[in-house]
């Protein structure tokens, strides 16, 4: 089983997304099933099979957090490591080639977020990040070509 890495934060957010799906999002869609059905013949019934297309989405969805908040491991603050690249490190990076300084935060796949600086332990930057020290030089490849960091630092 996969360990998901939340903040305490994420997982109060998806606790309560989780309990919104189960309360409101499958009231709502029984609801539209059963307007759809109103509409008389199931088998030409463009309404009803879209429902239910939301329907197995919704339950989808609510699995998937279950799971991951079955499997999560929650990161403590004090647990971060300054001296090595881990779960939960902002860490300060130089780009060699744009000769610019870049920072990202590492935080697991469910609150990874590119445009905000927050990368998944489980993408290529990420991934290639952990376990790194101040001063190391890393290259990594990507689809796009590689990308060549020194850390800087890590917080």
Known sequence: ???????????????????YYKTEKRKEVTEKIVRAREFGDLSENSEYDSAKELQAQI??????MEDILLSCKV?????????EVSVGSTVKLYDEEFDE?????????????????IISNHSPVGNALIGKKVGDK???????GAVNYKILEIK
């Open 75 to 83: 990161i403590s603050k004090k647990e971060i490591k300054t001296d």
């Open 59 to 64: 339950e989808a969805e609510i699995a998937e």
């Open 101 to 117: 300084e870049i920072e990202y935060k590492i935080l697991g796949t469910t609150e990874s977020n590119p445009a905000k600086g």
């Open 138 to 144: 890393i290259s990594i490849k990507l689809p796009t």
């Open 1 to 19: 089983m996969e360990i998901h890495y939340l903040t305490a934060e994420g997982k109060k957010e998806l606790e309560e997304k989780l309990q």
